[in-house]
């Protein structure tokens, strides 16, 4: 059984070996990441305008923080980029907003406050969150670093009660709010995301 699971390895499928001839895909491939980068790159731009022009409500620290951007290649398997900006990560205290692109998914944003972040907010965002909306979500997986919108991580905002809504947001270690984008609104995204930005760090002013 053994050899057998061990010569289905070694094996390969037509379709796997076209692929493994054919160098324009993983070329093109890299000419999109290089697009995401330039889209990121711009959206901080405007991100860092918003700041500069509009946000002396949000701690000091939160508006000196420097933009990250980073890439992988196995986000359950399939390659991603990821902008954190703002951010602050330290030890329980999050403050982030997390821009993404997941291949072959979406584009996404989303706002993630734990620790001292979430209980200076807790309350705004009880207020404000379900002013939200369609097609904002709030996470209620116990695991904050999952980024996928499958209904054991995310929920619609607009399916919750009032009294739902801030149950998820008061008995959780971390709150995270967050919208998604499907690919084919790619000309779309530098608007869309500059929009959603404002939309949930606006959650947070009194």
């Not at 993983?26 to 700041?51: A, C, P």
């Not at 530098?190 to 959603?196: G, T, V």
């Amino acid at each position: 059984m053994l050899l057998m699971n061990n010569e289905s390895k070694l094996t390969i499928s037509d379709e796997e070996l076209q692929l493994a001839n054919n160098s324009a895909w993983i070329l093109t491939k890299h000419i999109i990441i290089d697009k995401v980068y330039f889209l990121f790159g711009k959206l901080y731009q405007s991100m860092k305008l918003t700041f500069e022009n509009e946000m002396d409500w949000l701690p000091p620290e939160i508006k000196s923080s420097e933009p990250k951007i980073t890439k992988g290649e196995n986000y359950l398997q399939l390659p991603y980029v990821i902008l954190d900006y703002p951010r602050k990560f330290e030890d329980q205290n999050i403050f982030a907003i997390r821009t993404m692109f997941w291949w072959g998914n979406f584009f996404s944003i989303s706002l993630q406050l734990s620790g001292k972040y979430k209980k200076m907010y807790e309350n705004r965002l009880i207020k404000n969150g379900q002013k939200l909306g369609d097609g904002y979500f709030i996470c209620v997986n116990e695991n904050q670093w999952q980024h996928n919108f499958t209904e054991d991580n995310y929920i619609a905002i607009h399916q919750l009660t009032k009294i739902e809504f801030e149950n998820v947001v008061k008995q959780k270690e971390f709150v995270k709010l967050a919208i998604h984008f499907p690919l084919h609104q790619w000309n779309d995204l530098p608007e869309l995301l500059d929009q959603s930005f404002n939309v949930l760090l606006g959650l947070l002013k009194t």
